[in-house]
């Protein structure tokens, strides 16, 4: 599957390893960067999402979708991500999604853009049809700057998802080029996911990354051996 990501906002949150083991599929574990796991609140805009190379799939291929995510080792040190829920504005996509054993919720997702030039600011809003839960947050990248730490990368840069169906645990694989990766200032924040998700955090995020995006694509599923 070839998926395009556009304008993409990274917010991070230091949490505890304990705090996460229980969203973990049987025999994958919370992964440690920097001496903490780590959550996070990513909005992009989905562009041209579909089946194969070079095969978009008109109108449902293209959408604005803000995920809740962990981060994961699997029992032979792949790393990846867990996705907790992942909020998208089109129906047909979720309903698809939860039949693959991804976390899809139907909510009403919209980017939000301001301002101009070096001031221009991007977020997500987010408010879900069937659960009183919602999300709006902003920042405001410097793209004169590039993001190249190696917390940053480790973040932002993970190539695969672990995921559960049917009591079987699968990594899924991605690929893509290196993230155009930029610093960014918050602007903007009022969420409410990380709490529907059971998911607590204090305080500001600790990473708050941009990116105009990139073209990626997703591999075939395999089956996690068991520890």
Do not use: K
């Amino acid at each position: 599957m070839d998926q395009g990501w556009a304008d993409a906002v990274f917010l991070h949150w230091r949490i505890e390893a304990a705090a996460v083991e229980r969203y973990m599929p049987p025999g994958v574990v919370p992964d440690i960067v920097d001496g903490t796991s780590w959550v996070g609140l990513i909005g992009f805009r989905m562009v041209g999402a579909g089946l194969g190379r070079g095969l978009p799939v008109p109108y449902f291929g293209s959408f604005t979708e803000v995920n809740v995510r962990l981060y994961s080792r699997g029992p032979d040190g792949t790393r990846g991500v867990v996705f907790v829920t992942l909020d998208a504005s089109r129906l047909a996509v979720v309903i698809a999604a939860r039949g693959g054993g991804i976390p899809y919720v139907w909510s009403r997702c919209s980017p939000v853009t301001r301002g101009e030039g070096g001031q221009r600011e991007y977020g997500y809003d987010v408010v879900r049809y069937r659960r009183q839960a919602s999300s709006r947050f902003a920042v405001r990248p410097d793209t004169a700057r590039t993001a190249a730490d190696p917390l940053s990368l480790e973040l932002t840069a993970r190539f695969g998802l672990h995921s559960c169906l049917a009591g079987r645990t699968l990594y899924i694989p991605n690929t893509h080029t290196p993230w155009p990766l930029h610093p960014a200032a918050l602007t903007e924040f009022d969420d409410g996911l990380l709490g529907a998700a059971g998911l607590r955090v204090e305080g500001p995020p600790a990473s708050v990354l941009f990116s105009p995006g990139v073209q990626t694509q997703f591999g075939r599923p395999r089956v996690v051996a068991g520890p």
